[in-house]
């Protein structure tokens, strides 16, 4: 069963930055594309950005020039969150879409 553990959110001002992590168990980030989601209230869930196992990055447009993802060898997913604006607020999951397997998600708040 894959396990993914998400961490590294919190309250950031607007133009702030975080650093959110995954890890994933058993292996998984080796073997399929993981990738980002977030939802914000009232709002549908959104791919935020993914990665395949050779590295090839695809970002949603809203947050492309401010989101990096990126893998270690150790199995860790990681987004890095730059300039994060009010409307980045959303719990963020990480996972394996190919699998439907998410974490229990990681808040993270943009506000002044």
């Known amino acids: 069963q894959v396990r993914l553990v998400e961490s590294g959110g919190g309250l950031v001002q607007p133009g702030g930055s975080l650093r959110l992590s995954c890890a994933a168990s058993?292996?998984?980030?080796?073997?399929?594309?993981m990738g980002w989601t977030r939802q914000a209230p009232g709002k549908q869930r959104e791919l935020v950005a993914r990665?395949?196992?050779?590295?090839?990055e695809y970002y949603a447009d809203s947050v492309k020039g401010r989101f990096t993802i990126s893998r270690d060898n150790a199995g860790t997913l990681y987004l890095q969150m730059n300039n994060l604006q009010p409307e980045d607020t959303a719990v963020y999951y990480c996972g394996v879409p190919n699998l439907s397997a998410w974490g229990q998600g990681t808040q993270v708040t943009v506000s002044s």
């Open positions: 058993g292996g998984i980030s080796s073997l399929y594309t």
């Open positions: 990665i395949t196992v050779s590295r090839n």
